[in-house]
């Protein structure tokens, strides 16, 4: 049986920076390639950051059931993760790695509930945009938008397993890794205390108190968790 991790995080935290490099590092782990409506951004090219497709082609695949979860995300766009993802690795005897959103994540957990699930924060609103702005891939419009859905999407934070603040690119690499192979380790029997130890550092009671001034600088909302 296949781990599932899905990892959330508001647009331009850095997930797809650091879910690059975990992939890199960490063997038998594939990742999910989403189908989207949203047009291309900068270099993507088609089948390898994203699938993307008419909202006709979207609909199809939604009536022929071949979606395990899709969302309306920023209320513009159809993002889902296809069923044939999990099949392959299954058959190959690896982990899935999947990068979707809170609903997503949601939808994942209530049909598959031993999905581990991972939010990942930016140090604060300001950094945030910072980093939405130096991507320099998204018009003002698009950014602004991000940042709203941002202050939403981080009101779930506490309905994921693990919370992981990346602050420092290369500590926040490790903190993934540690997650990933603490979780596969457990789950096989083979329990490493030391890494399991780094990997319950990233549990909610433990970085409660690191996370409200980050939720605070998102406002009322993010911050009581409402
Ligand atoms: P996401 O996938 O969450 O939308 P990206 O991975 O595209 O975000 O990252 C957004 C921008 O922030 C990119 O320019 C990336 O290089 C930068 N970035 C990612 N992680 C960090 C970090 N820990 N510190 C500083 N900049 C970062
Ligand atoms: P972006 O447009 O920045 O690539 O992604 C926007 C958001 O859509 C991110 O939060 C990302 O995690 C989410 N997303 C990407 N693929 C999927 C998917 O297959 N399903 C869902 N529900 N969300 C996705």
Avoid: H, W
Wanted: aromatic share 8%.
């Amino acid at each position: 049986m296949a781990n599932i991790f899905i990892i959330s995080a508001p647009s331009g935290s850095g997930k797809s920076t650091l879910v690059n490099e975990v992939r890199r590092s960490v063997p038998g782990l594939e990742f999910s390639i989403s189908y989207t409506t949203r047009k291309p951004r900068g270099s993507e090219r088609n089948g390898c950051e994203y699938f993307f497709i008419s909202r006709k082609e979207f609909e199809a695949m939604i009536r022929r059931g071949e979606f395990l979860e899709y969302a309306r995300v920023f209320e513009t766009d159809y993002y889902g993760t296809a069923r044939r993802f999990l099949e392959k690795a299954e058959k190959d005897s690896s982990d899935l790695l999947l990068d979707i959103d809170v609903q997503g994540a949601e939808q994942i957990k209530a049909k598959l509930p031993d999905a581990v699930s991972i939010f990942i924060l930016p140090p604060n609103r300001g950094e945030l945009e910072q980093r939405l702005r130096k991507r320099s891939q998204d018009a003002e419009e698009v950014i602004q938008r991000r940042l709203e859905t941002a202050s939403r999407e981080i009101e779930n934070y506490e309905k994921y397993d693990y919370i992981l603040v990346n602050d420092r690119l290369e500590d926040s690499v490790e903190a993934l890794k540690a997650i990933l192979l603490s979780e596969r380790l457990r789950r096989s029997g083979r329990a490493d205390a030391n890494l399991s130890a780094r990997a319950e550092m990233f549990r909610l009671d433990r970085i409660r108190e690191r996370l409200r001034p980050i939720l605070e600088s998102f406002g009322e909302a993010a911050a009581s968790g409402k």
